[in-house]
């Protein structure tokens, strides 16, 4: 049983650094548009957009590696990176790649979620964490469109 248990948490802690990785393009892109924004648009896109999704990402990165280090499992070490073809496509592109992303790791933890395995092999802190970054990542999506339609005005 314990060795079943220690594969399933291997297998949590992979799925988490799914979404992880994917909130890390996510923070890139959106670094990425910032840089092509004037100093108002681009405080409001930080303001807005990239500071729920950097503190997203922490606090991913936190609930991965103190689940690991709770069960003796390594600890992985997450940088954003940038996403692949965005740049030709302005602003609009980096938001796009970085909903896309966002949407993705968001997925990737409502399934985890719902296969229960953080309730059977996780514990409390990780599910709390998971929730957390969760509902951090929900008003992206909302939040770019709208930014968007308010860009130049």
Request: overall charge negative.
């Amino acid at each position: 049983m314990a060795y079943v248990s220690a594969e399933a948490r291997q297998q949590l802690l992979d799925n988490i650094a799914e979404a992880i990785d994917e909130i890390g393009v996510a923070l890139a892109a959106l670094g990425d548009a910032y840089e092509q924004l004037d100093e108002y648009n681009a405080d409001k896109l930080e303001e807005d957009l990239f500071r729920p999704v950097q503190v997203a990402f922490g606090r991913a990165k936190r609930t991965h590696a103190e689940f690991a280090a709770r069960h003796g499992l390594k600890i992985r070490e997450f940088a954003a990176q940038a996403p692949p073809g965005a740049a030709s496509r302005g602003v609009k592109g980096f938001l796009d790649s970085a909903v896309e992303s966002v949407t993705v790791a968001d997925s990737v933890l409502a399934r985890l979620q719902d296969s229960m395995m953080p309730v059977e092999v996780g514990d409390e802190q990780l599910r709390a964490g998971l929730a957390e970054v969760r509902r951090l990542l929900s008003p992206l999506g909302e939040g770019a469109r709208r930014f968007v339609s308010l860009l130049g005005r």
